[in-house]
Nanobody, 116 residues
């Protein structure tokens, strides 16, 4: 059974600051499947933030502009989203995600609030 669990409680940070989100994966290795981070702001659709393929190639949404980095831990269980130079418009619920055998698996979500 595939399961994604995000660490930490709701996070608050000032504009310009940094945060790191973590996602623990069980039931599938993070190096055999693409892993993703999405976010959803109030009143908006969920949008893809960043992806890392099984081969380790990364892709980012245009609005990232080099501020966010997706990475994997040394083992098979953890992947991360490092967020720098945070802006108030980055305020959203962030979800880790993977698609496996045509089924979507989501983390429970982490509220990230950036104060101006």
């Amino acid at each position: 059974q595939v399961r994604l669990v995000q660490s930490g409680e709701d996070l608050v940070q000032a504009e310009g600051g940094s945060l790191r989100l973590s996602c623990a994966v069980s039931g599938i290795g993070i190096r055999v499947n693409a892993m993703n981070w999405y976010r959803q702001a109030v009143g908006k659709q969920r949008e893809l933030v960043a992806s890392i393929t099984a081969a380790g190639n990364t892709n980012y949404a245009n609005f990232m502009k080099g501020r966010f980095t997706i990475s994997r831990g040394d083992g098979e269980k953890l992947f991360y989203l490092q967020m720098n130079s945070l802006k108030s418009e980055d305020t959203a619920v962030y979800y880790c995600h993977t698609l496996f055998f045509e089924s979507d698996y989501w983390g429970q979500g982490t509220q990230v609030t950036i104060s101006s």
